[in-house]
């Protein structure tokens, strides 16, 4: 990089930029609205991508894989769906040289085409619960568009199941919110809210949608992963039903969820910091990069003999690299793992090498210690373990500091105004309150918490009884 990150107090929206670019994430694409995602951005994706991976697994999903193109009338089936998604649709028109009879459309969510195959496997309850998940990219025109947070194309998974009973259908959707939730607490070290969604702000087509929302560090809210009941919707759409147990037909039950490459945006904008970025130990495709400090021309190879020793011992369990690139100094190699994230650096020079020791520098704090080389996996692992939860809890400090009570509309404005962050206020359940608080702040309703503290006040806005609060926000 010829220059550094820009402050996040100067101008929190280029440090964002200039942190994905400095650590090589990704890049702008000739096509624009698109981005490429470069090695250090995708090693982390599969990191994301392989624990969630296992996660639905582990909750009986199976991955399946369906077609990029969809007929055009498929999206027109369900009337709010297309009334949602039409407008950010591209559409292929022609193929092979000629005009097409039926347009494609490039899809931007699966349902359609996923209920419209769940139609030709479900015929029985015997075939149910059916349990997919689909890793795809999706395609949605975007006008404004920021390098992993609002992308045309994009990568993410998008589970779909079929259900005989509506309360399986609920707990499904809340079985996979928790999974989000899980994914985003334990890996991503993001203090995430679980909750509904209005009516305004679910997704198009659904009964109602869950979400986790986190808070980034300029106090905007960003919704980081989706699970939705659908209900009947789909069903009634494509004509999917089943024989139950006495030989009636009956509509079957959907649920659909997704969590996209959006997350490591989140992940940027929850734990970076003026140096670049810090991932969490957990999702670090790197945990460890050593680096070897000479002094002078001699006497290198003993230097670099010592640290592959200790890195063997590391490595399996622990990701290592050793930076022996000539040419560039420590201290420019200091700077380039820096803003990568890497969790650990160890340094290794002729002093610490007569001692028997390494210089261990924690990415998250800067804290800096001297470590003997023997028993050093075990303090390597400790100290992974301790940025991971370290990390955490200093996000949940932050989350903390920046929700705010609030019960009067003329501080609620301020409050937005200023500092932002989320706001815990009372709401009556109008739609019209929803939308004059947008319309006045830019402040939507994140989500309906799914546990509330079950005592009446009056909505913000109107005045009107409440029975509870909500999170406000603006939000990425
Ligand atoms: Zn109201």
């Not at 591209?90 to 009879?101: C, P």
Request: proline share 4%.
């Amino acid at each position: 990089m010829k220059k550094g990150i820009t402050k996040r107090e100067d101008d929190f929206s280029r440090w964002y930029t200039d942190v994905i670019l400095g650590a090589h994430l990704a890049d702008y694409s000739p096509v624009k609205g698109c981005m490429v995602i470069r090695p250090r951005g995708y090693a982390l994706w599969e990191k994301m991508q392989s624990s969630l991976d296992r996660m639905f697994k582990e909750t009986g999903h199976e991955n399946a894989y369906f077609p990029l193109l969809i007929p055009e009338s498929f999206l027109e089936k369900e009337a709010e769906h297309v009334e949602g998604f039409a407008p950010e649709c591209a559409v292929v028109t022609h193929g092979g040289g000629k005009e097409l009879e039926e347009p494609l459309v490039i899809r931007p969510t699966s349902e359609t085409i996923i209920w419209a195959m769940f139609k030709k496997w479900i015929m029985s309850y015997r075939d149910l619960p059916l349990l997919i998940n689909q890793w795809c990219n999706v395609l949605r025109w975007e006008m404004r568009t920021r390098l992993f947070l609002r992308t045309t194309e994009f990568l993410w998974q998008e589970g779909h199941t079929a259900h005989a009973k509506a309360e399986e259908a609920e707990e499904e959707a809340l079985l996979m919110l928790k999974v989000y939730q899980t994914f985003a607490e334990e890996y991503a070290a993001i203090p995430v809210i679980p909750g509904k969604k209005s009516d305004r702000e679910k997704f198009a087509g659904a009964l109602h949608t869950y979400t986790i929302e986190a808070l980034m560090q300029d106090g905007k809210a960003l919704q980081a992963g989706t699970s939705h009941n659908l209900g009947q919707n789909f069903a009634k759409a494509f004509d999917v039903t089943y024989q139950d147990q006495h030989g009636e037909q009956q509509w079957v039950y959907a649920t659909s969820w997704g969590m996209s490459t959006r997350m490591i945006g989140a992940l940027v904008m929850t734990h970076g910091d003026d140096q670049g970025l810090v991932v969490p130990p957990r999702l670090a495709p790197l945990s460890v990069v050593f680096i070897p400090i000479f002094k002078g021309k001699e006497g290198h190879g003993e230097i670099l003999d010592y640290i592959d020793k200790i890195a063997a011992t590391l490595d399996g369990d622990i990701s290592c690299r050793v930076d022996a690139r000539e040419g560039y100094t420590p201290g420019w190699k200091f700077n380039e793992w820096e803003r990568a994230g890497v969790p650990i650096r160890v340094e290794v020079g002729p002093r610490d090498l007569q001692r028997g020791e390494v210089v261990a520098v924690r990415r998250d704090t800067g804290e800096k210690m001297n470590l003997p080389k023997e028993g050093l996996r075990e303090k390597v692992s400790g100290l992974l373990e301790n940025i991971q939860s370290s990390l955490y809890e200093r996000a949940l400090r932050f989350r903390e500091e920046n929700t705010v009570r609030v019960d009067d509309y003329r501080n609620f404005k301020d409050i937005i105004a200023d500092k932002g962050g989320f706001l815990w206020a009372y709401w009556c359940g109008g739609a019209e309150c929803e939308g004059f608080v947008k319309q006045e702040t830019m402040a939507t309703i994140r989500c309906i918490p799914l546990e509330s503290e079950g005592e009446d006040g009056a909505c913000v806005r109107c005045g009107k009884t409440s029975s509870e609060r909500v999170y406000f926000a603006k939000a990425y």
